[in-house]
């Protein structure tokens, strides 16, 4: 993708890799205009962030979801790359009953919000040039945490739809992008300290290296030798994984 002159729209762009990705594109002189829920987070980041824009959006809500599409085309017709990256991430607990709360809001947010949200743009999007669409998908797609198993399947659902999204839209000129990131310190599990995961400075600036290459696949270190694991001995690692995580500190 190219990395300026863009208008940027990012889901879940208050805080964490939204906000981080939503800066760093900011700064190289694109119009970016981030979204949520907190309104107190967006008004922050626009604050730090001046000529950066926001608009209100429940991505768990198809009326929010088409209340922002309409309010973005109106006011910003020259709309040309969505990054969808709102997520949540709770501890579902699969070795008993899961919630049903935690489990519908982790799919209805997290699969069915960039479906949702996509398909509100994508006409478009198909009608401007260097369009581009970035999927914000996880490693746990690949090489779950079984601690937060609900989350990591719709991540592994996101990766596949990404598949099939970048082979339809082949022919339109729209750059379908899936961006994985590994363990980031985030608010996502109180993992703003976590000594296990990755600066997010760190990983803003390598993930900006990959978008300026062009790459639809955007995989930060360590996130390139999960997304090679899935295949016929896959379990091996997701034990690995998960019995290192569970020998840490408490998750959540």
Known sequence: MRMTGNTIFITGGGSGIGRGLAEAFHRLGNQVIISGRRQARLRETLEANPGMAAIELDISDPASIQAASAQ???????????????????????????????????????LLGPVRMTSALIEHLKAQKDAVIVNVSSVLGFVPMAATAVYSATKAAVHSYTLSQR?????????????????????????????????????????????EQGLDEILVSPAEAMRANPGPNEHAWVNQFNDMVAAGPALG
Not at 78 to 100: K, R
Not at 201 to 207: H, L, P
């Open 72 to 110: 973005l085309l109106r006011d910003y017709p020259d709309l040309n790359v969505l990054i969808n990256n709102a997520g949540i991430m709770l501890l579902d607990h699969a070795e008993g009953p899961v919630d049903d709360e935690i489990a519908l809001s982790t799919v209805t947010t997290n």
């Open 167 to 211: 082979y339809l839209l082949r022919e339109h000129g729209v750059q379908l992008v899936e961006l994985a990131p590994p363990w980031v310190r985030t608010e996502l599990l109180n993992s703003t300290e976590e000594e296990r995961a990755i600066p997010l400075e760190q990983f803003i600036s390598e993930a900006m290296k990959q978008f």
